[in-house]
């Protein structure tokens, strides 16, 4: 299996995996195991496609990061958000059935639960409505995030029994719903967002507190939190304030912040950076990664939950196409959170005259390999992004399971 651009696509590639329609994922165009012919491509680069999977000899193993169930979890909830987004926009005194988004939710960790490699791949849902494309995104990742900190769920939910303070279900539906209250702004001041992306703007600010009204008597309190507080920063400069007896104000930091509200402000802030104003195509997840992890973003993020993103989010997922600073192209077919931009990556050599056909070659495993590393990622240049683990913490920066053994370990032990 390989992803690629459909510029890249030819006649006789046969497809891996189906093809839904960008903006309504519940919809496939083309099922795995049709054979692409000219007008397929003419037509879904119409649609605004933008990759595909192909069937590529060598490369079966990568379908244990592919389960079209999970994508098919996922089309299922970005189709119920813009159901529902799409009765608010027509009138907001309409009432949501939030019971839905709840079992949306439930069928995404259902899938999850049976194929969690899978993840790592999930396409974009959402389409071209930037509400309902961050709204799908950030649930996807909260979610994910949320698996993977089990052990701080409990920590930082200490009243509640551990499986209840594991299960991320609330999460889920507090992500989907983060930004609920932006349907509610004059089209004035959700303009003038989309354009600027002025987190001082007093109106784009109203947003956490009217979606708060909408959902805080339908949902459990721990979701309706997410809503108001998604914007919240673990240094206290986030917002809304709190307001104390007497008119005092006071900053939100820290611990003071739910638990879900932080999960969900990393992977809201994640998404955010992808798409700045004015940018067609989405940035490179290795630069957002590496913007998150500089001191000007990080202090913003709970330390834990930021591991947790590094650890769900890799830099060049398996099936990205790579060149190495060897010149050698390839694809990715591994990686490791502890040193996330040292994937392994399998060269890829055209197969004679056949235009769009490949042949496996050798196998890089970066790790072991110091004076290589990724330049290059589905043909945008990269190299000036990576970031490698260093330090006292080295071993622990990027991973949030490592992270969450070493703190169970007894002190002066070491990892088995």
């Known amino acids: 299996m390989l992803r690629v651009n459909l510029t890249q696509a030819r006649d006789g590639m046969m497809l891996a995996l189906p093809v839904r329609h960008p903006r309504r994922l519940d919809t496939v165009l083309l099922r795995a195991g049709v054979e692409l012919a000219g007008v397929h491509v003419k037509r879904l680069g119409e649609l605004g496609v933008r990759d595909l999977w192909i069937r590529v000899p060598g490369l079966e193993r990568l379908a244990e990061y592919v389960n079209p169930g999970v994508h098919e979890a996922c089309a299922n909830m970005a189709r119920d958000l813009h159901q529902g987004f799409e009765r608010v926009r027509a009138d907001t005194h309409t009432s949501f059935e939030f019971a839905v988004f709840r079992r949306a939710v439930v069928g995404v960790l259902e899938r999850l639960a049976a194929s969690p490699k899978a993840a790592l791949l999930i396409q974009e849902s959402g389409g071209a409505d930037p509400l309902l494309r961050n709204a799908s995104t950030v649930c996807f990742l909260s979610v994910l995030m949320g698996l993977k900190l089990d052990f701080h769920l409990v920590r930082e939910r200490s009243r509640l029994r551990s499986d209840v303070a594991m299960d991320v279900t609330n999460l889920g539906v507090g992500a989907m719903l983060h930004d609920i209250g932006m349907l509610s702004l004059p089209p004035e001041v959700a303009a003038r967002w989309e354009g600027t992306r002025d987190e001082s703007d007093p109106g784009w600010r109203e947003h956490v507190t009217l979606g708060f009204e909408m959902v805080r008597r339908e949902v459990d309190p721990a979701a309706a939190a997410v809503v108001l507080h998604h914007h919240q920063r673990f240094d206290g400069t986030g917002?809304?304030?709190?307001?104390?007896?007497?008119?005092?104000?006071?900053?939100?930091?820290?611990?003071?912040?739910?638990?879900?509200?932080?999960?969900?402000?990393?992977?809201?802030?994640?998404?955010?950076?992808?798409?700045?104003?004015?940018?067609?195509?989405?940035?490179?997840?290795?630069?957002?990664?590496?913007?998150?992890?500089?001191?000007?973003?990080?202090?913003?993020?709970?330390?834990?939950?930021?591991?947790?993103?590094?650890?769900?989010?890799?830099?060049?997922?398996?099936?990205?196409?790579?060149?190495?600073?060897?010149?050698?192209?390839?694809?990715?077919?591994?990686?490791?959170?502890?040193?996330?931009?040292?994937?392994?990556?399998?060269?890829?050599?055209?197969?004679?005259?056949?235009?769009?056909?490949?042949?496996?070659?050798?196998?890089?495993?970066?790790?072991?390999?110091?004076?290589?590393?990724?330049?290059?990622?589905?043909?945008?240049?990269?190299?000036?992004?990576?970031?490698?683990?260093?330090?006292?913490?080295?071993?622990?920066?990027?991973?949030?399971?490592?992270?969450?053994?070493?703190?169970?370990?007894?002190?002066?032990?070491?990892?088995?």
Not at 321 to 327: E, F, T
Not at 354 to 374: H, I, K, M
Not at 390 to 401: P, Y
Request: hydrophobic share 35%.
């Open 239 to 416: 917002f809304p304030k709190r307001e104390k007896y007497g008119g005092r104000v006071e900053a939100v930091a820290r611990s003071d912040i739910h638990v879900f509200a932080r999960i969900v402000a990393a992977a809201d802030l994640f998404e955010r950076l992808r798409y700045e104003p004015g940018c067609r195509e989405p940035a490179p997840t290795v630069a957002v990664l590496r913007r998150l992890i500089e001191p000007a973003c990080s202090s913003w993020l709970d330390p834990v939950v930021l591991r947790a993103l590094t650890s769900v989010v890799p830099p060049y997922p398996p099936g990205t196409q790579v060149m190495l600073s060897s010149g050698v192209r390839g694809v990715v077919t591994s990686w490791t959170p502890a040193n996330p931009c040292r994937p392994v990556v399998e060269e890829m050599r055209p197969e004679g005259d056949r235009s769009g056909a490949w042949t496996t070659g050798q196998s890089f495993d970066l790790r072991s390999e110091p004076d290589l590393e990724v330049v290059e990622a589905d043909g945008t240049p990269v190299g000036p992004f990576n970031f490698y683990p260093s330090g006292a913490c080295g071993a622990t920066r990027f991973d949030v399971g490592a992270y969450s053994r070493s703190i169970e370990r007894p002190p002066g032990t070491s990892a088995a």
